[in-house]
């Protein structure tokens, strides 16, 4: 009998994707789902095989992600695996997959998690350099893939005491921020109104009036706006109203003092991921192949 397998993913500079392809790709005959979709009009409830695959905001699983697998229903006797895709700090994203999957009686079989390039590129620059550690996170993901390939059961990571211990009192309120974050964000005379930035925002959240991107205020800051426009349009500058905006809504976050994207910033996006991936809601991988 044939295997049906899912892979859903989230992301915003297209590492997520990647490693959702590549282990796709490795299993074969396997759809990709973007958490863009409502949940209410995807079902996992057919599937043998079901990977949640994400990058981590905040030391957690990004508020979208939750958002929809908390609605999404699924088949209580799948493989179930979670492949995050932190930079340095993995903290509670693994974990908050398995308690929203808990409430609904599901095991998660196997996770791991890639540190990659870090790309909130309105904080800092993109780190460690993408010349070496893209080809390093290109090997663990095929080392992750064979391993799910061969259906191996593993612990997902979970976080430390320390991150456990300062979650509480450091991150409630970037979750606050992150919704309206994007308050900040310029558009340049550069823009070419090709409303692309609207098509890669995963979560809707920039309108084009009168052909420039309007944002709406559910930002995910998932910076796939920033690092794909084709003309580097898009800038982040606090000014001293907006810092007052955002100290109210978020009650004074350190990191509020260090957004910013000055002009010279290189940006970073996955190299093997285009701003047409990004449009797509939905992928059907066929074939088989050994990495
Ligand atoms: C808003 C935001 C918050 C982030 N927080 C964390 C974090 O807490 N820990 C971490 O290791 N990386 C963090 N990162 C980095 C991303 O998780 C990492 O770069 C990821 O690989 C991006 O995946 P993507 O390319 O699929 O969007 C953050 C990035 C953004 C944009
Ligand atoms: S992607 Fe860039 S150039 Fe295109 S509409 Fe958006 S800001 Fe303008
Ligand atoms: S507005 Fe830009 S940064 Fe915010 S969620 Fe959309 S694409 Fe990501």
Not at 122 to 150: G, H
Not at 204 to 215: A, H, L, Q, R
Request: net charge positive.
């Amino acid at each position: 009998m044939m295997m049906r397998k899912v892979i859903y993913y989230f992301t915003g500079t297209g590492n997520s994707l990647r490693a959702a392809k590549k282990i796709a790709e490795r299993l074969g005959d396997t759809e990709l789902i973007s958490m863009r979709n409502p949940p209410e009009e995807v079902s996992a409830k057919e599937y043998d095989v079901i990977g949640f695959i994400y990058p981590v905001y905040h030391w957690t699983m990004p508020e979208p992600v939750v958002q929809f697998v908390e609605k999404l229903s699924m088949n209580k006797n799948a493989y179930v695996f979670v492949v995050t895709m932190p930079s340095f700090v993995n903290g509670h994203a693994s974990e908050k997959l398995e308690e929203i999957l808990k409430k609904k009686e599901i095991m998660i079989s196997y996770g791991a998690k890639v540190n990659g390039v870090a790309n909130y590129v309105i904080v800092y620059s993109p780190m460690p350099s993408p010349k070496w550690v893209v080809p390093r996170t290109e090997r663990k993901i095929s080392k992750i893939a064979e391993e799910i390939a061969n259906r191996k059961v593993k612990k997902i990571p979970r976080a430390s005491a320390y991150i456990r211990k300062k979650y509480p009192k450091v991150m409630p309120s970037y979750k606050v921020l992150q919704v309206y974050a994007d308050i900040p964000f310029t558009v340049s005379k550069a823009c070419i109104s090709c409303g692309l930035c609207s098509r890669v925002c995963p979560v809707e959240n920039i309108s084009i009036v009168d052909g420039k991107p309007t944002f709406l205020h559910h930002c995910a800051q998932c910076m796939a706006c920033v690092c794909y426009c084709p003309k580097r349009a898009i800038g982040y500058k606090i000014s001293k109203e907006d810092m007052e905006q955002l100290n109210d809504i978020a009650e004074n976050v350190s990191v509020i003092k260090l957004m910013g994207l000055p002009d010279k910033r290189t940006l970073y996006h996955n190299p093997y991921i285009t701003a047409a991936d990004l449009t797509k809601n939905h992928f059907v991988i066929e074939k088989n192949q050994r990495n």
